[in-house]
Nanobody
Framework: QVQLVESGGGLVQPGGSLRLSCTASGRLFSNYAMGWYRQAPGKQRDLVAD???????DYADSVKGRFTISRDNAKNTVYLQMNKMKPEDTAVYYC??????????????WGQGTQVTVSS
């Protein structure tokens, strides 16, 4: 089992910044990807950004150039730096870990979610 603890959500004005953190603990294999998803009311949960064990990243088009994902492997922690935030970034943000037990198969884990609200 893997446990995820998120922090850093809150209220921010348009144009402002927030930083989310998520620390994983438990039975992590040597290869695990970490990422952030978000879900706005009435909408599906969508990928925001993802980072592999080797550091390769992927971003939703809507956040490219504004958000940056990074990870500290020594701390099993992933960060999401969110800049130039917009009201449409308002959502519950969920941390995700894909824990690979072989090259093609993994188990998915989710954090409890943290609310991010962008409003003046």
């Amino acid at each position: 089992q893997v446990q995820l603890v998120e922090s850093g959500g809150g209220l921010v004005q348009p144009g402002g910044s927030l930083r989310l953190s998520c620390t994983a603990s438990g039975r992590l294999f040597s290869n695990y990807a970490m990422g952030w998803y978000r879900q706005a009311p009435g909408k599906q949960r969508d990928l925001v950004a993802d980072i592999t064990s080797s550091g390769s990243t992927d971003y939703a088009d809507s956040v490219k150039g504004r958000f940056t994902i990074s990870r500290d492997n020594a701390k099993n922690t992933v960060y999401l730096q969110m800049n130039k935030m917009k009201p449409e970034d308002t959502a519950v943000y969920y941390c995700n870990v894909r824990n690979y037990y072989n090259s093609n198969s993994y188990t998915n884990y989710w954090g409890q979610g943290t609310q991010v609200t962008v409003s003046s």
